[in-house]
């Protein structure tokens, strides 16, 4: 388990199949065919310099 941000968690399935995203603050949950990338990806942009970078180039 991984927590995004205030309220945001990032869980693997208890069969390695699906990476769930769960929002607990509106009850929102996703579920994605698990990869190490994308969890590799979501864990790498919870960064704030890359927040400010992105939100730099790209008018976020």
Known sequence: MFILQDG???FKSLDDKKLIIRNYVNG????????DSL??????LKNHE????LSQNFLI
Do not use: A, E, P, S
């Open 28 to 35: 929102l949950v996703i579920k994605i065919n698990y990869q």
């Open 8 to 10: 945001i968690f990032l």
């Open 39 to 44: 969890k590799d990806l979501l864990c790498y």
């Open 50 to 53: 890359v927040k400010k970078k």
